[in-house]
């Protein structure tokens, strides 16, 4: 292997190695270091007790941008993402539940048992949701305008604003809602019911360290609708074989068109020559060169820990520092010997709400509580936990008969007050989660084979996300868009020439998208020159 690249990548997430595939494509030679023993970062596939593997991270699909779908045919090379029967089941502290999904009629006769008047409204409320997403959608592989970036950013701007301009005056609003008010104010506008908009709400807290009450926590909410599974909007579907399915298949796609991809090859150091970053030095001692160095590291692991503090300016420095990265999330996978028999809903045979994404999170009230007791002591005795049992849909994953679920569960500090620390509460907190769960369904603890406990300091350690969190950074406001991660660099090149930023930290931020990877490889390319072979299908 040659140590000089046209491109070398820190990082093999899904996000570096769409970039890789892009640049590759376009006949550059590229490397790309992983630093674990797979790649796919927070988008893999691994066993975890003996007979039972599952998505490690992140585990259920719809940001998956189409384009990138098609380009790296992801389909010919064997990924097959299903939809599930219904999307959500909410057990309820009445002993109730609502489901959510399978139609809008089988929906709204569900909400019916909460509210006519929310039922009623509910086709008004996805159309005003699905017209705003469809800006998202629109914005998603599209470069922000930079600041700073002269005329070209001005048309950009002028450009992308249009789309936001043309729309009426209603939807023109919903969107300010969207982008300003906190997910309670913005629910209440709609509807009545608790179970309702706890339903709603949810998505506004997931991976979101903030109250349904906190200002801007209802775009994380539209940040959730603006994906689609096999063309339904808004949908989240399962990847067979997990989210490493994707990855692994992705990485089929970059090896195929020449890149190269080293795995345990850790990057301690990005070197930098007058203001230029040139190539990188592995932990192993290693040194490789290239005209574009590429970070799929989030920015608080690439601007606080791969770069020589003497290579960037105290200004950038003191930007970096107050970039806001934690999540405030804990998962776990756990191996059953059998289905939760719901107390609101009982049966251990397999049935439509053991297929949906099941949500502990009754009330907005519920979900605030869960915020500010995490706030104070860490957690909440009342924690927020979505279950999904995969092996309902994936026979792939489990032994017979038996199961595995996913437990991602939010408003878990990031950092514990009074200086405690995870490693010493990880288990406590992952007992709760399961007593949680037993509560509404009284099988679950006995049914536990084993289970993987991810803290927020297991999930940087593992995964190398700063804080724990599963966007790179907060998804807020400030950091949105043009503003991600630092206003001025929301064009996915970094503060030194040569240096290019392609994960979740750039815009349009989290999930599994593949947008920032494609977009930053498109903006590399017209730096070098090849911008009219670029992204352009074969
Ligand atoms: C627990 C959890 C649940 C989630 N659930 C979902 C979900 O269900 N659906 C969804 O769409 N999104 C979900 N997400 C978010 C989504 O997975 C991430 O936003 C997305 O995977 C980020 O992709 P990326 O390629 O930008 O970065 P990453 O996936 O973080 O990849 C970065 C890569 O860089 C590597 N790396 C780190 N440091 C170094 C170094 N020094 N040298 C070399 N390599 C290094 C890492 O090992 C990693 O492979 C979840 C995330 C987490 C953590």
């Known amino acids: 292997m040659s140590s000089r690249y046209d491109a070398v990548i820190i990082g093999g997430g899904h996000n570096g190695l769409v970039c890789a595939f892009y640049l590759a494509r376009a006949g550059l030679k590229v490397r790309v ?7 796919g970062g927070a988008a893999v596939t691994e066993a975890f007790h003996p007979g039972f593997r599952n998505s490690t991270a992140s585990y259920t699909v719809s940001l998956l941008n189409p384009k990138v779908i098609a380009d ?109 008010k906190s997910a309670r104010a913005f629910l209440d506008g709609w509807f009545e019911s608790e179970a309702v908009k706890a339903a709603f709400g949810f998505d506004a807290v997931v991976g979101n360290y903030a109250s349904p009450d906190t200002p801007g926590s209802a ?13 339904k909007k808004g949908a989240w579907g399962h990847a067979i074989g997990g989210m490493g399915a994707i990855t692994q298949a992705m990485a089929a796609a970059c090896l195929e068109v020449g890149v190269e991809i080293d795995v345990e090859a850790p990057v301690a150091r990005v070197l930098v020559d007058r203001a230029t ?37 105290p200004e950038f420095l003191k930007r970096v520092a107050a970039f806001k990265a934690g999540s405030g999330t804990f998962r776990m996978n756990v191996a059953l010997s059998e289905l939760p028999d719901f107390i609101c809903l009982p049966g251990k045979a397999l049935a439509e709400h053991h ?10 009230d519920y979900m605030d509580r869960a915020f500010t007791d995490a706030r104070q002591f860490g957690w909440s005795r009342a924690p927020i936990v ?59 603890r006995a049914s536990v084979l084993g289970r993987m406990i991810l803290s927020p300091l297991d999930l940087e350690r593992t995964f190398g996300l700063a804080g724990g969190d599963i966007f790179h950074g907060a998804m807020t406001l400030d950091q949105l868009w043009a503003a991600r991660p630092i206003l001025g660099h929301g064009d996915y090149r970094g503060p030194l020439k040569g240096l290019y930023m392609c994960g979740a930290g750039t815009h349009p931020g989290g999930g599994v998208t593949g947008a920032p990877g494609h977009n930053a490889a498109r903006e590399i390319l017209a730096d070098r020159g090849v911008i009219g072979r670029v992204l352009r299908r074969r």
């Open 33 to 39: 270091l992983e630093r674990r023993a797979i790649v």
């Open 72 to 180: 790296m045919r992801l389909a010919a090379r064997g990924l097959r993402v299903v939809e599930r029967p219904i999307a959500n089941f909410l057990p309820q502290l009445d002993g109730g539940y609502l489901k959510l999904g399978g139609g809008l009629e089988r929906t709204q006769s569900q909400f019916r048992k909460f509210s006519d008047h929310d039922a009623d409204v509910l086709p008004a409320y996805y159309e005003a949701l699905e017209t705003v997403a469809d800006v998202l959608r629109d914005l998603a592989l599209k470069t922000p305008p930079n600041a700073g970036g002269g005329l070209r950013a001005l048309l950009a701007a002028a450009t992308q604003g249009r789309r936001l301009a043309s729309m009426p005056l209603e939807r023109q609003r919903d969107t300010l809602d969207l982008f300003t």
């Open 219 to 231: 775009y994380v909410l539209l940040h959730h609708v603006f994906g689609e599974v096999n063309g």
């Open 277 to 313: 970053a040139v190539g990188v030095r592995l932990e192993s001692g290693a040194e490789v060169f290239g005209a574009a160095i590429v970070a799929n590291v989030g920015p608080r692991i690439l601007y606080q820990r791969l770069i020589d503090p003497a290579d960037l300016t």
């Open 355 to 364: 297929q949906s994404g099941i949500i502990i999170a009754p009330s907005l």
């Open 386 to 444: 979505e279950m999904l049992i995969p092996s309902t849909v994936d026979d792939s994953l489990a032994p017979p008969g038996a199961h595995v679920a996913s437990l991602f569960c939010q408003q878990f500090a990031p950092v514990l007050p009074d200086g405690r620390i995870w490693d010493d509460e990880r288990e406590a907190a992952a007992d709760l989660i399961i007593e949680t769960v037993n509560a509404v369904a009284p099988n679950f």
